[in-house]
T-cell receptor
Framework: DTGVSQDPRHKITKRGQNVTFRCDPI?????LYWYRQTLGQGPEFLTY????????KSRLLSDRFSAERPKGSFSTLEIQRTEQGDSAMYLC????????????????FGPGTRLTVL | GQQLNQSPQSMFIQEGEDVSMNCTSS?????WLWYKQEPGEGPVLLIA?????ELTSNGRLTAQFGITRKDSFLNISASIPSDVGIYFC?????????????FGGGTRLMVKP
């Protein structure tokens, strides 16, 4: 399977603990996005990378959140001192620039990591 | 909060019926995307639309990019039980260099066999 993969699929943690999620994008995609989805809502943008550079962060990304993409391939999202409000599905997506001057708009999502903070 | 408004919020239909749903915004979008999400999974891209007025099909699915660039429509013909899921519209707002997507709140589709 050559789609976007995420690990773990589920994570249950106690409030105050740190958690780290991993995303492996589609191999030729140089853009990688993180989104968060709460129950009954559509995904909301958190941050994105072009290659290894983190180019934008949403105001949803508090200082307890940090994301990296050290070699421009896989990415990690860490949440420190988790709070119950962090419970959500964390989705990763990747995209590439289509030929002929196209855009990165078509984003392909992984299966997500569902985080539950007790 | 969501900046794309999807309607209806949910639909419960009989197998074989056609389905229509729409997505509206107060902002202009350069691209409209339609995704389907099943429980416990990530969204799957169904259709991408790039030009105002464009009509694109993918099997039994047909989507249109509204001419005002502020709305889009998705139709599913002859629904089957595996069409069950939540359908999201999404798009990058104009002048969005990072192409970050804004999503609607979704339309939940339930199909009775």
């Amino acid at each position: 399977d050559t789609g976007v993969s995420q690990d773990p699929r589920h994570k249950i943690t106690k409030r105050g603990q740190n958690v780290t999620f991993r995303c492996d994008p589609i191999s030729e995609h140089n853009r990688l996005y993180w989104y968060r989805q709460t129950l009954g809502q559509g995904p909301e943008f958190l941050t994105y990378f072009q290659n290894e550079a983190q180019l934008e962060k949403s105001r949803l990304l508090s200082d307890r959140f940090s994301a990296e993409r050290p070699k421009g391939s896989f990415s990690t999202l860490e949440i420190q001192r988790t709070e119950q409000g962090d419970s959500a599905m964390y989705l990763c997506a990747s995209s590439f620039r289509t030929s002929g001057g196209g855009t990165y708009n078509e984003q392909f999502f992984g299966p997500g990591t569902r985080l539950t903070v007790l | 909060g969501q900046q794309l408004n999807q309607s209806p919020q949910s639909m419960f239909i009989q197998e074989g019926e056609d389905v229509s749903m729409n997505c509206t915004s107060s902002s202009i979008f350069n691209t409209w995307l339609w995704y389907k999400q099943e429980p416990g999974e990530g969204p799957v891209l169904l259709i991408a639309l790039y030009k105002a007025g464009e009509l694109t099909s993918n099997g039994r699915l047909t989507a249109q990019f509204g001419i005002t660039r502020k709305d889009s429509f998705l139709n599913i013909s002859a629904s089957i039980p595996s069409d069950v899921g939540i359908y999201f519209c999404a798009g990058p707002r104009r002048n969005n260099a990072g192409n970050m997507l804004t999503f609607g709140g979704g339309t939940r589709l339930m199909v009775k066999p």
